[in-house]
Nanobody, 123 residues
Framework: QVQLVESGGGLVQAGGSLRLSCAAS????????MGWFRQAPGKEREFVAA????????NYADSVKGRFTISRDNAKNLVYLQMNSLKPEDTAVYYC????????????????WGQGTQVTVSS
């Protein structure tokens, strides 16, 4: 089992950058594929980015491709989401999630979730 805690959210102007972090508990962090999702008010939770156990494979939603970068540090039990060129439509609560097998990009496929961190992008 793994517990996840996100941090790094905040208020930023359009065009700015933020880096989200997700700290995981447990000694088996490297056994989990990790994902970032987001949920805006009145909308369903949507996939943002995913990374495999080793970090060698990543995947992104089309809406963030080229602007966001997911990475992980297995020695520190951390996963990151670097967000550049932020847009007002990126405003949402961002969630970190974990699952055993990589290659899944829907919320229902993930077993463990953090509490979320708010990202607000002003125009």
């Amino acid at each position: 089992q793994v517990q996840l805690v996100e941090s790094g959210g905040g208020l930023v102007q359009a065009g700015g950058s933020l880096r989200l972090s997700c700290a995981a508990s447990g000694r088996t962090f490297s056994s989990y594929a990790m994902g970032w999702f987001r949920q805006a008010p009145g909308k369903e939770r949507e996939f943002v980015a995913a990374i495999s156990w080793s970090g060698s494979s990543t995947n992104y939603a089309d809406s963030v491709k080229g602007r966001f970068t997911i990475s992980r540090d297995n020695a520190k039990n951390l996963v990151y989401l670097q967000m550049n060129s932020l847009k007002p439509e990126d405003t949402a609560v961002y969630y970190c999630a974990a699952r055993v097998n990589p290659g899944a990009y829907v919320p229902g496929a993930y077993d463990y979730w953090g509490q979320g961190t708010q990202v607000t992008v002003s125009s």
